[in-house]
């Protein structure tokens, strides 16, 4: 007998008939035998609509409170959930994080999970019944209620696999797995059986939105068996069959693993880059530009900076691109005044585009390919980095798709 732990995402808990199924499907693996924990996300397009009337009632809302709010979605799943669960003769039992207890730090729409007491959900698996646990959310060390940032119940699941040393996560989602691309960009994107839990971490990193990325880092340090697969599938599939199909996250490349080099192309489109030119090359420039910018609370991603010529540089660095008018204003003002600088120059129209994959660190040449492919397709590349798994360029928007497409063919992803 194990313990198993299912997450379920908005889609997958998006009507009452899917939490039927839902619960058909936890129902099944619990006669099997086995003892379940289910973490669910709250019921499609909610989180939105409650954060939606929290911006309607203030514009800038406070964020203790926009996580006392959207923190309720989940709570209202797993509720709907335990009962399906009775309808279907199993006894269970939902709590929300702060009743587990699910601690976290007080970092409100952005917590992170410091621990989880185990003893509550241990003792009810332990009466046979099935526990269901709200995702997404925690407690802090004042007792307000934390939420752990959007996709963030990917997490809770992984957090509690961890705790409970479960056997296995199984993340239910809409898709079947982990795909080679966005099977929306590109038609011939496939699926992988297994992808390395580094090349998994790159792709969640890379703007992949299958994990969410702090779910990957929890299984990662834990170790935690964790597979992504589909609950739109009959929920009375056959075990030994569900257990074999979705994507395995594993920590170790086995003779098994494809011999691919490249295991997939994750793409983020919403990016934006910002030039400071002719910046005097001398020790804190770097501090200088990029302080403000971390005090904003901007994720600075790429960055270059050029060989100086006569003791002047220009120095790039890319922005989520939401964050691109608040990055450029802070350094509009200080690059002439206290840096010295000539002047900055700003592109919010620009994405990355990333080839991920293990094989890298024994074949060469992987760059010239993509550099070759990307040429033959006439793109720019306007800025690149590498990984010892990944090369990640950035080129003008609107040939993302292209280079997605084109990279995908070249490296062979749409053959098995
Ligand atoms: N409901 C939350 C969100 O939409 C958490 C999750 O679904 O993982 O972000
Ligand atoms: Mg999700």
């Known amino acids: 007998m194990a313990i198993i732990i299912h997450k379920y995402g908005g889609t997958s808990m998006g009507s009452v008939e899917r939490i039927q199924?839902?619960?058909?499907?936890?129902?099944?693996?619990?006669?099997?035998?086995h003892q379940v924990v289910v973490v669910p996300s709250a019921m499609s397009g909610e989180t939105n609509r409650l954060l939606d009337l929290a911006k309607e009632i203030h514009p800038t809302p406070n964020p203790r409170e926009l996580d006392q709010i959207a923190s309720t979605g989940e709570q209202v799943s797993s509720g709907l959930l335990a009962l399906a669960l009775h309808r279907e003769g199993i006894d269970a039992v939902s709590y929300a994080g702060w009743q587990v207890t699910i601690h976290t730090d007080s970092a409100f729409t952005k917590a992170r999970i410091m621990g989880i007491e185990d003893e509550k959900i241990r003792a009810d698996l332990n009466l046979?019944?099935?526990?269901?646990?709200?995702?997404?959310?925690?407690?802090?060390?004042?007792g307000n209620i934390t939420t752990l940032g959007r996709g963030g119940s990917d997490t809770s699941a992984v957090a509690v696999a961890a705790a409970l040393k479960a056997e296995e996560c199984l993340i239910y989602t809409d898709v079947d797995g982990v795909y080679t691309t966005d099977p929306r960009v590109c038609e011939d994107a496939r699926r992988l059986d297994k992808i390395t839990f580094e090349e998994m971490l790159e792709m969640a990193s890379l703007g992949s939105k299958v994990l969410q990325i702090r779910s990957v880092e929890f299984a990662g340090k834990y170790q935690v068996k964790t597979r992504v697969l589909s609950s739109l599938t009959d929920p009375l599939i056959a075990l030994e069959q569900e257990m074999k199909s979705g994507t395995l996250i594993t920590f170790e490349e086995d003779s098994t693993m494809e011999a691919a080099v490249i295991s997939g192309i994750a793409f983020a489109r919403d990016e934006a880059k910002i030039t400071v030119l002719s910046v005097p090359d001398r020790p804190g420039i770097a501090y200088q530009i990029l302080g403000p910018i971390a005090d904003a609370n901007i994720d600075v991603d790429m960055i270059i900076q050029n060989q100086s010529v006569d003791g002047k540089t220009d120095f790039t660095f890319t922005v989520p691109r939401a964050d691109y008018q608040k990055a450029f204003d802070l350094l509009k003002n200080s690059v002439q005044a206290h840096i010295g600088a000539k002047d900055i120059l700003g592109d919010p129209k620009v994405s990355k585009v990333s080839v991920v994959g293990v094989g890298m660190r024994s074949h060469v040449g992987v760059a010239s390919k993509m550099f070759r492919t990307l040429s033959e397709e006439g793109i720019n590349i306007l800025m690149i980095s590498t990984s010892e798994i990944k090369i990640s360029v950035v080129v003008d928007e609107k040939y993302m798709e292209l280079a997605v497409r084109a990279l995908h063919k070249s490296f062979e992803l749409d053959q098995r």
């Open 21 to 33: 199924n839902v619960a058909k499907r936890v129902a099944k693996w619990m006669r099997a035998g």
């Open 128 to 142: 046979g019944k099935a526990v269901v646990i709200t995702g997404f959310q925690g407690v802090d060390p004042n």
